[in-house]
């Protein structure tokens, strides 16, 4: 059998898996949550030799050390996992809610329920800990889950998902719930893009390269997530400290999340006053300044050297670096940073600092992103920070879920009508 | 300039548009839509002389009647769309309400609020009425739309965008907002489903062939709508009378609509006693009868004319007629019913006529569809009787918007956080 046709025949029995799922009670799918705990203690050292053979074929290919940390599972980082799925399990059922509900034409009693999407396809890349949260997520919201993670996470995946599996058939699940898809070449990758009609949505977690693939090539509805061209702005009204201190953290605390600031935009009238210290922080900490002219000059002016300086091109604008560099523009006003923003941003997280009431109003209207922010860094995008409980990804489109996604990020809904006879 | 780049233009104007309206007030964008009205009486004769020379071109290529009358504008049919359009001034915005807020970390204070999605696509068929409704429903929920209309209606759909975009100049909102694509060419819509972030999403209304066309090549975000493969179900513990009344009505009421049904299901162990009169009176009514081979036997005993019956294929028990025909099927029992419909459903609407409490209860979890009736005809399906006002379509998907799609389904939500220069 070939890829494509194997993919197929996975994607039909997660459909069928799907439909049991979908009136598994609470408490069977919570007790899978609880087995699953139970499997990856008693796999464990079936997982993390899986997992030394994907690390040690990984670092023969040359692979560098920031990926191999991101393939990397040990016993904290199973058992920060195990947290996780207990969290899970005591997150409020999001199932069945009534959404809304009247009583239409002739009496017909008409609700709209919360249910599950059916069959969730997850496309990622190295970090073998998203198989573990994604499929959780499901069977907690009813779904089944189709997993396509990194080829070089193969065997950490196989060996997770067949604790995962254990898991269901301990509580009388079906265990085509949860598959992993062979990610030992690119044709299921491909394959699942193909599933229109078994498969209710796909998500892609990982490099702007992966999410663009999907997006293009997609015949099964894609939320897009991640990418995060995260823009700080300083308005002439900032506070100097308050504007340093956001601009310092929204770039240095983690430089190589989303939500970490990647273009820093300032109003010319404050540019002279403001940019010297932060200029010269940056480049200090190590960041990369790449600068429009006038920043450059400032730059200079106030000593950066050359090495931490660059030009910046129409191309750096739209990049998200996900590394040691900020590209900095000046300009005038907050319909100009607006603009700037609305032209270049990946509608992720943007923030404004600014003392000025009407300014934050005009801007948090004007920006279109998941997530505006008046005098706060960006580095807060995230589902727990959010209250939203557990995050499947954080959704950059505008289309059935944006921002950070949590439980009812993979449900639908439906509507059920109650009549005594009612012809129309 | 080719189709492909007049295309982007037009999609970058649509996108300059939006962000302008975003941020107009309810007052504006009713304002459009009382202009709307206005301006349609004052071009009245021109669209009526527009739409005359559309319907002389399309007898002339010898398209039948029926399209005709889809394609027809008259006094009356523009009058009850300025009926609408009142209408919809008067229904409340979605614009700006909190879905969620509270206040999180270091207490940045969180709210969730409904934006409107941005750029709008929309492409159908015959109808010149749609451009009038969906353009007023994108300009009421603060989109701009980008129109891509029949080739046999482009002269209707020109002169109407024309009496549209004078009534965006009337109120001083971007005349861009609303645009009609060069239906004359295919390209058009090919090109538009191409402007993946400039178009937000894309709505295909028409038949199965436009709407699956739409969802294999389109790289925007696409709800799907409209395709009807509905079954009406009859258990054993049905009431009889009530069993033929739904029968017929779901399926005579008004055949071509997406609401009708398409599949009749019956227990084998009442269809000896109900199918009988429902075939005998269905074939009376004109209606070509598709049957399993037990349906065939027992329409052939109940002395229904071989004209009027057919043997089913497989084929049948996915095909949406849309038109006189009706498949039946004898099966057992409502998991039965269940399997059927999930497998050759279009996830709209499904029926179930049943006096037994655990039986409707297996039905309406079971049953994967936008909407599940008991003891109801699926005729009921729509916006306005679901109480949802204004409707731009009927999603068959599951992601965004199930069923019929009022205001809110062309919204998304942004997150706004305001500090006081908190960091992580």
Wanted: glycine share 8%; hydrophobic share 45%.
């Amino acid at each position: 059998m070939n890829v494509q046709e194997q993919t197929k025949r996975q994607a039909q029995a997660a459909k069928a898996a799907a439909t049991l799922l979908a009136t598994a009670s609470l408490e069977q799918r919570n007790g899978a949550l609880q087995a699953m705990a139970v499997e990856l203690s008693t796999h464990e050292d079936a997982i993390l030799a899986a997992n030394a053979a994907d690390i040690e074929a990984a670092r023969a290919e040359g692979i560098g050390e920031g990926l191999i940390d991101r393939l990397m599972l040990n016993p904290e980082r199973l058992a920060g996992c195990k947290q996780a799925l207990a969290e899970l399990v005591a997150a409020p059922d999001v199932l069945g809610e009534v959404v809304c509900g009247r009583v239409i034409t002739a009496g017909i009693h008409m609700k709209e329920v919360r249910v599950p999407l059916g069959v969730v396809g997850m496309i990622y890349e190295a970090r073998p800990n998203v198989t573990i949260d994604a499929a959780s997520i499901a069977i907690k919201t009813g779904n089944a889950i189709l997993l396509r993670g990194g080829k070089i996470a193969q065997r950490s995946n196989d060996a997770l998902t067949k604790a995962l599996v254990a898991a269901l058939a301990a509580v009388d699940l079906p265990l085509d719930a949860i598959q992993n898809l062979d990610a030992t070449s690119r044709e299921s990758g491909t394959a699942l893009m193909q599933m229109h009609g078994l498969v209710d949505v796909l998500i892609p977690r990982g490099g702007a390269g992966l999410i663009q693939t999907v997006v293009e090539n997609s015949k099964v509805p894609v939320i897009e997530t991640g990418t995060g061209n995260c823009h700080v702005y300083l308005h002439e009204s900032a506070d100097p400290a308050m504007a340093h201190s956001i601009v310092m953290n929204a770039k240095l605390q983690r430089p190589s999340v989303c939500n970490a600031a990647e273009s820093l935009l300032l109003d010319r009238s404050v540019a002279q006053q403001l940019l010297p210290q932060i200029a010269s922080d940056l480049a200090a900490a190590g960041v990369t300044l790449v600068c429009d002219p006038e920043a450059l000059a400032i730059a200079q002016a106030a000593g950066v050297a050359d090495e931490y300086l660059r030009a910046a091109t129409e191309e750096d604008w739209g990049t998200e670096y996900l590394d040691m560099l900020i590209s900095i523009k000046i300009l005038d006003g907050v319909q100009q940073a607006i603009e700037h923003i609305n032209t270049y941003g990946s509608l992720h997280s943007e923030a404004i600092v600014t003392s000025d009431f009407t300014t934050a109003q005009t801007f948090t209207g004007g920006v279109d992103a998941a997530a505006v922010y008046v005098n706060a860094s960006t580095r807060f995008t995230d589902g727990g920070v959010f209250g939203l409980g557990a995050e499947i990804g954080i959704s950059t489109q505008k289309l059935h879920a944006r921002g950070p996604m949590g439980l009812t990020a993979l449900t639908s809904t439906k509507f059920i009508l109650e009549g005594t006879g009612q012809v129309r």
